[in-house]
């Protein structure tokens, strides 16, 4: 079993970051994260607040995608706080050689090279546990941070959706992005 399992353990400043399979202890502050996410009106795709239970119901079903090989999911726990969540999913039956990437990171830990080491290790996790070889991801065009870190992780933009979200009460492009993994 995979939950709870640590994957990797460093330092930023005296700070203990750990990244870790998540267990459903954590879903009171994964509940909180993406709450904050969406109250910041980040660029992710969920608009509205989620509840406990509907954050009960998505890390079961998580949790239970992750066992059955479908799924990477880490956790980003600082000071033994998730403060972030991230995970590649497999795709099926023709394109099983391809995982999408996500990545959400709380307002207070980004820029200190998190996200970078988290794209290293779940990009590392999924090769070897699902067996991919491309991985894929969505960005939107106005999150220039996350651009940024994603062709630094040596992700290339591969198409574009126009007008393909609705965030912030304007239109704006999505960004599909892909890294061979081969």
Known sequence: MLAGKTVREFKIDDTEVVFRYPEMSDAKDLERLINSLIEEKAAITLDREQSFEEELSWLSETLKNVEKGKEIALVVEVDEKVLGSSGVRKKEGNESHVGELGILLRKGIRGKGIGEKLIKTLIKEA?????????????YHTNEIALNLYKKAGFEEIGRLKDGAYHDDKYIDVIIMSKDLR
């Open 127 to 139: 090769k070897k546990r699902l067996e991919i070889e491309i991985v894929t991801l969505n960005v």
